[in-house]
Nanobody, 117 residues
């Protein structure tokens, strides 16, 4: 069983920055691909960024350059650094963990990010 706890969300102004953290309680953290997803009411949850245990990353086109995903396998933690935030980035952000080759994932409780002046 994997437990994920997100933190770092909040209210920020357009153009501001925020860093989200996800702490994982799991053995063999490095074998999991970690990801950040976001969801707004009435919309399907969408991929923001992923990072493999070896550090390979993928980003949604809408957040490339502005967002950076990183991890520390020794700390069982993954981060999402968000810069140049826009109102359209407003969403609940969820941390996800899954083993390579599996669609079965684990989700955190989510953290609200609101970008507004």
């Amino acid at each position: 069983q994997v437990q994920l706890v997100e933190s770092g969300g909040g209210l920020v102004q357009p153009g501001g920055s925020l860093r989200l953290s996800c702490a994982a309680s799991v053995n063999a953290f490095s074998i999991y691909t970690m990801g950040w997803y976001r969801q707004t009411p009435g919309k399907q949850r969408e991929l923001v960024a992923t990072i493999t245990g070896g550090g390979s990353t993928n980003y949604a086109d809408s957040v490339k350059v502005r967002f950076t995903i990183s991890r520390d396998n020794a700390k069982n933690t993954v981060w999402l650094q968000m810069n140049s935030l826009k109102p359209e980035d407003t969403a609940v952000y969820y941390c996800n963990a899954r083993r390579a080759g599996s669609l079965l994932g684990y989700w955190g409780q989510g953290t609200q990010v609101t970008v507004s002046s």
